[in-house]
Antibody
């Protein structure tokens, strides 16, 4: 079945970077975009950006420009989200999700990765 | 980048119908038929309920339906059940190849 499995929880200090992985299975990895979504504690969903695994093209939400990098390794069907210059407000659950190219529906979602930023 | 506007909470009795609104602009909801809806239970990942305004994925109850008029999309849950109690989010494609989520609505079953 189509599945996205994310890496485990992380604890980082302010100013550090974090890299979260998202391993896809059950479909052709390069045929769908991967999007990333952030959810702070008790808050709503916030779209971070998209990546086309076929060519590595990316698009980022304005509020994350300059701090976020989305990459992939097609040989192991894995997408990565790297967020730098972490601050306490970045404490959140980060989700990856598969999205058909040029469309706007997220299915399936990864299980989420908790990132805690604390000194 | 502003989120789409949803009511903070909506409640209904068992068996009733409720509707959740999602208001955007002509640059997102009103400009594209790319609105989707998600259900999220506490501590869980969101679940796709509706895509492309009104299409239901396989396995989603037909009690869930979606529609759109102008810059406002809506999700209707009919025959409300206890398991429908959750947070609901809309999402839309927005110009410049970006996407946006709604502010979220907490549904309570009375």
């Amino acid at each position: 079945q189509v599945q996205l499995v994310q890496s485990g929880a992380e604890v980082k200090k302010p100013g550090a970077s974090v890299k979260v992985s998202c391993k896809a299975s059950g479909y052709t990895f390069t045929s769908f975009d991967i999007n990333w979504v952030r959810q702070a504690p008790g808050q709503g969903l916030e779209w971070m950006g998209w990546m086309d695994p076929n060519n590595g093209y990316t698009g980022y939400a304005q509020q994350f420009q300059g701090r976020v990098t989305m990459t992939r390794n097609t040989s192991i069907s894995t997408a990565y989200l790297e967020l730098s210059s972490l601050r306490s407000e970045d404490t959140a659950v980060f989700y990856c999700a598969r999205v058909p190219k040029g469309r706007n529906w997220f299915y399936p979602w990864g299980q989420g990765t908790q990132v805690t930023v604390s000194s | 980048q502003s989120a789409l506007t949803q009511p903070a909470s909506v409640s209904g009795s068992l068996g009733q119908s409720i509707t959740i609104s999602c208001t955007g602009t002509s640059s997102d909801v009103g400009g594209y038929n790319y609105v989707s809806w998600y259900q999220q239970h506490p501590g869980k990942a969101p679940k796709l309920m509706i895509f492309d305004v009104s299409h239901r994925p396989s396995g989603v109850s037909n009690r869930f339906s979606g529609s759109k008029s102008g810059n406002t999309a809506s999700l209707t849950i009919s025959g409300l059940q206890t398991e429908d109690e959750a947070d609901y989010y809309c999402s839309s494609y927005r110009t410049s190849s970006t996407k946006v989520f709604g502010t979220g609505t907490k549904v309570t079953v009375l």
